[in-house]
Nanobody
Framework: VQLVESGGGSVQSGGSLRLSCAVF????????MGWFRQAPGKEREGVAS???????MYADSVKGRFTISQDNAKNTLYLQMNSLKPEDTAMYYC??????????????WGQGTQVTVSS
């Protein structure tokens, strides 16, 4: 099982980025997929998740600005990030929970992609 993130970069406040997470090695559509982030000196936090039925959940800090989606045909997870703020600056990771129902057992993780938002 391998997860590979891409799409990070540097943008100004108010800008947008789309992160991608390519998934290899398992039945992608049966898993719960999540995006997490970790800023320097802070704990890792959950950003968004999507379960095997397509039900999505978001952290309060990103609701209305971020959208998680997936393309099962491409085995790819996305995170569209709009109206970015400096506090969104972090390393972003995708992760997979084999339960399919997002119970928090994220057994597989990508290597991360850096997002930097300047004011």
């Amino acid at each position: 099982v391998q997860l590979v993130e891409s799409g990070g970069g540097s943008v100004q406040s108010g800008g947008s980025l789309r992160l991608s997470c390519a998934v290899f090695g398992y039945a992608y559509s049966s898993y719960c997929m999540g995006w997490f982030r970790q800023a320097p000196g802070k704990e890792r936090e959950g950003v968004a998740s999507i379960d095997s039925d397509g039900i999505t959940m978001y952290a309060d800090s990103v609701k209305g600005r971020f959208t998680i989606s997936q393309d099962n045909a491409k085995n790819t997870l996305y995170l569209q990030m709009n109206s970015l703020k400096p506090e969104d600056t972090a390393m972003y990771y995708c992760a997979a929970d084999p339960s399919g129902i997002c119970i928090g057992e994220y057994n597989y993780w990508g290597q991360g992609t850096q997002v930097t938002v300047s004011s």
